[in-house]
């Protein structure tokens, strides 16, 4: 067996920058990982259609971090797209974030400037100083009716849990503009990579440093590896403790049934995304991905999303009594040595992908406050 310095537990977004970082400094990394693949829910090939799509979802990546941008170019060369989603609401379509368009078009109103549209969210929301859940949130920045058309069966969907059940910090990160911008993201820098998110960590990873070890539970070999510098763990914080905290309530997460279907036309929806906030239909949304990169192709692949409570975690469901769970996991991480939990999961806390990128980022050079920086490619 190799000497290991440095063993890694996932290949998704903070196994792979840690791996790439520490075998840039000379260290020996074996990531393992469950999959059969890498690049962790981030994930892309291109189907039977010949249409790159993600297996997981859609990703878009998008920041305000200047390092993070710098850094993820290395390993890939960008194209530039601002996402834009769109919404089948009641019999219209309009965009998201609510912006002064989908104001107009829902209540036949007339807004035409940032000024009305103020006026129009302060005369209908419902103020609340500290919003204690999630509801309180959405009321505070929109009001009743938009909560009720936009977000409340949606996010029943998506968590199922509505609104009131939910941390407030679930909803509140949810823009709304002032203006007729209907772009999903207002960050500096949006974009996504060239030839799709599995080549660019196919270049984080191909280092002489790295070995992978694919379709491998840890908790089936981790008895193997010993003598390693440091553990880094990015899978679900409860299993890492058998669960030891879970004998009466369990620690949620939602996972997502994506349905996927070739449609025999040149495009199936106008947009690339289009939610679906009401109660019509079962799924959250649809995504087309033969809109992402301008891809040609005679079919075109839609995919339904069902958010479910059975399936591979995706995402931590944050509410007083999952973080009370979660408190007396976090406790016992804090006393093991040399062992660091990474990512959502690990930390059952919700990250944009360039969080992603930047905690991992941040995670070594705080360890490792001497190391240069190199890369691998």
Not at 3 to 25: K, M
Not at 94 to 112: E, G
Not at 232 to 244: L, S
Not at 350 to 375: G, P, V
Request: charged share 25%; with cysteine; net charge negative.
């Amino acid at each position: 067996m190799k000497h290991i310095d440095i063993l890694i537990i996932g290949a998704g977004i903070s196994g792979a920058v840690l791996a790439e970082r520490y075998a840039s400094i000379g260290k020996k990394v074996l990531i393992i990982e469950k999959r059969n693949h890498i690049a962790g829910n981030c994930y892309d090939y291109t189907d039977d259609n010949g249409i790159l799509v993600s297996k997981y979802g859609a990703h878009l990546f998008h920041t305000n971090e200047e390092q993070v941008w710098n850094y993820v170019n290395t390993f890939s060369d960008w194209y530039s797209w601002e996402h834009k989603v769109i919404a089948r609401v009641d019999d219209k379509t309009v965009p998201i974030p609510v912006n002064i368009t989908t104001v107009n078009k829902l209540f036949d109103a007339s807004i035409t400037n940032e000024e009305q549209m103020k006026n129009w969210l302060e005369e209908n929301r419902e103020p609340f100083e500290k919003p204690a859940n999630g509801e309180e949130a959405v009321l505070n920045r929109v009001g009743l009716v938009l909560y009720e058309k936009m977000f409340k069966h949606y996010t029943k969907k998506q968590w199922d849990k509505y609104p009131a059940e939910l941390d407030a910090s679930v909803l509140d990160r949810i823009p709304v503009r002032t203006n007729y911008d209907d772009r999903y993201f207002s960050d500096i820098f949006q974009a996504l990579p060239v030839g799709g998110y599995t080549q660019l960590f196919e270049n984080m990873l191909d280092h002489p440093n790295i070995d992978i070890l694919l379709e491998t539970d840890y908790f089936d070999v981790k008895h193997q590896y010993k003598g390693y510098e440091k553990l880094f763990y990015t899978g679900p914080v409860d299993r890492f403790f058998e669960f030891r905290h879970s004998l009466i309530e369990k620690l949620e997460y939602r996972s997502i049934n994506f349905v996927s279907e070739t449609v025999d036309a040149e495009f199936f929806q106008e947009n690339s995304v289009v939610n679906y906030p009401g109660t019509e239909v079962d799924f959250t949304r649809i995504i087309e991905y033969k809109h992402f990169g301008n891809q040609i192709s005679d079919k075109t692949t839609v995919v339904k999303e069902f958010t479910v409570d059975q399936g591979e975690p995706y995402y931590p469901v944050p509410n007083p009594k999952n973080q009370e769970i979660y408190a007396r996991y976090k406790a016992e991480a804090d006393k093991l040595t040399d062992v660091y939990f990474v990512g959502r999961l690990a930390n059952y806390k919700y990250f944009n992908m360039d969080q992603a990128f930047k905690n991992a980022l941040d995670l070594f050079h705080q360890l490792e406050k001497d190391s240069e920086f190199k890369t691998a490619v």
